[in-house]
């Protein structure tokens, strides 16, 4: 099994002399560390310690030659199952906040996908300050987890909250992290995504505005929670992440053939495309020319397409099944009557006449509904939600009491 690799980085704080015992602290869990030291942080710890104690070099250059292609930050974002800054100083947390780039730690932070955890650090009168406390809701909003601070004596003489929390609490609250974000290990899952395409003739299809990338981003995230993922797509301009296994289709047929493909031994089905509804009733084989066949006006005669949704709900030894929708409004109610009428475990909602969150966004809202009750998550990143998806599907899998949607 893959070692869990962990980016540590070390803030300009008094409680960075703590740095090297939580770097052997992961280490002693199996986790593969490499520190990444910011320029502050090594007036108060050397490189040389945290190189020896973490077995690997010590990285706080956005310039490093040496690097992967010359782009350090790059490198380490990808390398990184999770990326924890212990301590995190209020400067720090406020170029995180405002997504500065401008040394090596801010711009992994940037351009990573792992979880975060801060361990902030500071004093009392600084951790209580508005912009401070306004900084953490940001990076709260963001998706960063926070571990403490603790209340207690400061190095300053201070007594109050801004201690930073006990290597070995940081690693507890890491563990527990890790073991949810490994929450889909060994399911089977599988994700369709992108829009179909119902040709008319050889050079024209209906079709819809779906880009693909929130389902793209729902396979990446279950495969980073460790399940095995095929990913279905209909016609899209996207890449699947490494160890995703991928059939591409065109049409709302292929798309239900292939789910029947590989159903059976699926655990998870999150069906995220947005097929087709209906299709042309024939399909000419040669262009349909306007002026020969149109007289001003052409008139569509168009079936419905199967449900896949449906069929798979019928099967008997059914997986979880996950439906999703894209609506223009009253999105909560539609979104409920859906989850009855297609006897889903759950429904993923968005509004799309919301331009910010719609089909080309990168981010986006949701609301997942349930039989056990309604979570929204808020605006961000496709990625962060499809991570926030994946998490609750999992959980809400576990209470299930039905057939295959039961893991015991
Ligand atoms: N879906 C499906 N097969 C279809 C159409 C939709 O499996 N032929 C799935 C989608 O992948 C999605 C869910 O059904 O998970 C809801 O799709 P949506 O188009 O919103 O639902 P419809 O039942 O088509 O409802 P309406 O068009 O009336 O909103």
């Known amino acids: 099994m893959q070692q869990v690799q962990v980016v540590l980085g070390v803030g300009g704080g008094i409680a960075a002399y703590k740095s090297p015992d939580l770097v052997r602290k992961f280490i002693a869990r199996g986790r593969d560390v490499t520190v990444v030291l910011t320029d502050a942080g090594s007036k108060f710890v050397t490189t040389h310690t945290l190189s020896a104690v973490s077995g690997n070099q010590v990285r706080n250059d956005l310039w490093d030659e040496q690097a992967e292609r010359a782009m350090g930050h790059i490198e380490l974002a990808r390398w990184a199952n999770l990326l924890v800054i212990a301590p995190g100083t209020a400067d720090l947390l406020a170029r995180l906040a405002h997504g500065h780039a401008n040394d090596l730690l801010s711009t992994v932070y940037l351009a990573t996908e792992a979880p975060v955890v801060i361990a902030p650090a500071m004093n009392q009168a600084m951790w209580r300050h508005k912009a401070n406390q306004r900084n953490i809701g940001r990076l709260r909003e ?226 997942i509904l349930s039989p056990q009750g309604r979570c929204t998550l808020h605006k961000q990143s496709k990625d962060k939600i499809a991570q926030q998806i994946v998490t609750n599907i999992a959980s809400l899998r576990t209470c299930q009491p039905s057939s295959k949607a039961n893991p015991s």
Do not use: W
């Not at 940081?170 to 369709?192: A, P, R, Y």
């Not at 396979?219 to 209909?234: C, D, E, F």
């Not at 999105?331 to 297609?342: A, D, M, N, S, V």
């Open 142 to 367: 963001d998706g960063v987890e926070f571990v403490g601070p603790e209340f207690g004596d400061q190095a300053c003489g201070d007594v109050g909250p801004g201690r930073m929390s006990e290597p070995e609490s940081i690693v507890e609250f890491c563990e527990s992290l890790l073991d949810q974000s490994q929450c889909m290990k060994g399911l089977n899952v599988v994700v369709t995504a992108g829009p179909t395409r119902e040709a008319l003739d050889p050079v024209r299809f209906v079709s819809n505005y779906s880009s693909g990338r929130q389902g793209f981003a729902v396979a990446r995230a279950a495969k980073q929670a460790g399940a095995n993922v095929t990913l279905i797509s209909g016609p899209v301009a996207l890449d699947a992440a490494p160890g995703i296994d991928r059939i591409d289709v065109q049409t709302a047929s292929e798309m239900k053939n292939a789910v029947l493909s590989v159903i059976s031994t699926c655990d998870v089905f999150f069906s995220v495309a947005a097929v087709a509804d209906y299709r042309p009733v024939s399909r000419k084989t040669q262009k349909i020319k306007k002026h020969l066949e149109c007289s001003g006006k052409l008139v569509l005669e168009l079936e419905e397409t199967d449900d896949i949704l449906t069929c798979v709900n019928e099967m008997s030894d059914r997986p979880f099944v996950v439906g999703f929708a894209a609506e223009t409004q009253k999105t909560i109610e539609y979104g409920r009557e859906k989850l009855q009428r297609k006897s889903l475990d759950a429904i993923v909602i968005n509004d799309v006449s919301d331009s910010t969150i719609g089909f080309e966004s990168t981010e986006n809202e949701v609301t």
